[in-house]
């Protein structure tokens, strides 16, 4: 079965805790900052930050007794259809399993040691969510801390570097729900806003908590790209919390994978037509685009 975090926007904080966490447990240094007017921090992700919480604010408040965020947890959002995947040339990106009894795979990562630094899964994600280093040379994104859960809970368990144990950390010990081969976000999240386990368990639970919310309250990532492996529970719609409404795998990449990407079952075909020329020329535009951009 896959796995899944669910992200209960209605809970949420913005504490930043798990973006704390997600940088703690992956040896990430600091990202150079400035103030913007907004209590994101940093302003974009980046190799070194690969999760962030987004503050969103209501467009229009006619006072400041009126004003609140509608938190989102932003990072890779491990798409069943891939756009990453698809038009990675070197196979660098792929889809891997978490168990050896598992029929699919749907934690993405990418090997640096293979990364030739195209930029193309940059270029062309629908969420934005992956960043390339030039200095470590290869893509950075959440890996839904594969390292994490790939082991057994016992790995985890914490207290036992010095004598004797608390109270809370015998409770600890004791209570399964507190299982440390949890993603780092998950278990550091205090105010319960993060669930982490089978992915149809976290969906059946979105929609529970979306019904007892009523209102505009909706789950996202059900259906979006095949099915997300960050589920949400929004209040609103998901433009108001900076999510695309209708993410799609652009058509000139899936031209790209079709014809052109090495290995393609039609490559030797597509080369020579116009449509395979408009695929690669998509890919590479929309990657010297986002370079361009980057630079200035």
């Known amino acids: 079965m896959s796995k899944a975090i669910l992200f209960d926007a209605s809970k949420c904080t913005g504490c930043r805790a798990c973006q704390v966490a997600c940088k703690s447990w992956n040896e990430r240094t600091y990202t150079h900052t400035w103030c913007e007017g907004t209590y994101e921090n940093p302003l974009e992700l980046t190799s070194q930050c690969w999760m962030r919480i987004l503050f969103n604010e209501p467009e229009e408040v006619k006072s400041w007794d009126e004003l609140w965020w509608h938190f989102t947890k932003y990072q890779c959002m491990h798409c069943t259809e891939a756009t990453c995947v698809k038009v990675c040339p070197s196979g660098a990106t792929a889809k891997h399993k978490v168990s050896a009894d598992d029929k699919e795979a749907y934690v993405i990562m990418t090997d640096p040691d293979k990364c030739i630094g195209c930029n193309y899964c940059v270029a062309t994600c629908p969420f934005s969510a992956c960043r ?90 059900k259906d979006e790209l095949g099915g997300l492996h960050y589920i949400y529970v929004l209040e609103d719609e998901p433009e108001t919390y900076g999510l695309p409404a209708d993410p799609k795998v652009p058509a000139g990449v899936t031209l790209w994978e079709a014809l052109i990407k090495p290995g393609a079952p039609w490559g030797g075909i597509g080369l020579i037509g116009l449509a395979a020329a408009a695929g690669l020329s998509y890919v590479i535009a929309r990657r010297n685009q986002g370079l361009e951009g980057k630079e200035g």
């Open 132 to 221: 390339y280093d030039a200095k470590e040379k290869g893509i950075y994104r959440c890996r839904l801390c594969f390292d994490r859960i790939t082991q057994p809970p016992e790995a985890f368990q914490q207290g036992k570097m010095h004598k004797p144990l608390s109270d809370f950390e015998k409770l600890l010990e004791q209570n399964e729900a507190w299982l440390r081969n949890k993603p780092a976000c998950v278990s550091t999240c205090t105010s319960g806003a993060l669930s982490f386990g089978e992915r149809d368990q976290m969906v059946a639970k979105a929609e529970e908590r979306a019904r007892a919310l009523g209102g505009k309250a909706r789950v996202y990532g």
